[in-house]
């Protein structure tokens, strides 16, 4: 569970949040769509510890793991070596790695990686972090959609396995649709939630351009479609 309660935050007379509330719920995954610049980034920074300017109460249980836009692997380590580097207790990274279908890589250099190997190894290092909450801030965003939706199905079968915590920020609805559990729709000046969405169907069995998701598709297009025209009309 994470729980973020009357945050206030600001970069000199820029007010990005205030009396900002939003909760986590344990185990599920949440996804924030919003317009760039809500303030999305800053919130994860806030929730890894990477950011503490700010006033109000953020509760986390749990340890935190978070994958970045950018993979920041060290190009000139194996894939093993970036593991091993970022947890000091001895365990199986062949097997993280096999999650993700990436354990044939363990002896590669990073540097030597396609762009979708290296989205692989991110997220199988942030699940070797052995971390209760995992961030994923956009991540998947450079990659095209067959690769991403393999990538997706790979963590929705890993989070359905493993007690795990996980908030990603995205811009792709079709993205959120298959992952979350619950989408919530971000404004700003200040950060705000618009309207959020819960989807009981199990992920294994949702499906793009059918039922349930087709009609919430819509929904969130038009709300955001409706953000983006508010802002360019003030």
Same mark, same amino acid.
Request: aromatic residues 6%.
């Given at each position: ?35 760039? $610049? ?8 806030? =929730?890894? @510890? *990477? &950011?503490?300017?700010?006033?109000? #109460? %953020? ?70 972090? $052995? ?8 991540? =998947?965003? @450079? *990659? &095209?959609?067959?690769?991403?939706? #393999? %990538? ?83």
């Amino acid at each position: 569970m994470i729980k973020v309660e009357n945050i206030y935050k600001n970069y000199d007379s820029k007010v990005i949040m205030k009396d900002f509330n939003i909760n986590f719920e344990k185990n599920k995954v949440s996804v924030l769509l919003g317009s760039s $610049g809500c303030g999305k980034s800053t919130l994860f920074n806030m =929730l890894s @510890s *990477l &950011d503490k300017e700010y006033r109000g #109460k %953020i509760l986390i249980d749990g340890k935190v793991s978070y994958i970045f836009q950018e993979d920041r692997l060290i190009p000139w380590l194996t894939v093993e070596e970036n593991l091993s580097l970022i947890s000091s207790q001895e365990k199986d990274i062949n097997g993280v790695l096999e999650k993700f279908h990436v354990e044939s890589k363990a002896k590669t250099l990073a540097r030597n990686l396609s762009g979708g190997e290296k989205q692989r190894v991110s997220i199988a290092r942030a699940f070797y972090h $052995g971390g209760e909450i995992i961030l994923m801030d956009e991540a =998947l965003r @450079s *990659l &095209d959609m067959l690769l991403k939706l #393999k %990538i997706i199905e790979e963590i929705s079968d890993n989070i359905s396995h493993e007690s795990k915590t996980m908030v990603i920020i995205s811009h792709d609805i079709q993205e959120a649709l298959l992952i979350g559990d619950r989408i919530f729709i971000l404004d700003k000046d200040p950060m705000n939630i618009v309207e959020s969405y819960d989807i009981n169907t199990p992920r294994k069995n949702r499906i793009l351009k059918s039922g349930e998701l087709l009609d919430l598709e819509k929904e969130i297009y038009q709300k955001l479609l409706g953000e983006k025209s508010k802002m360019l009309s003030e």
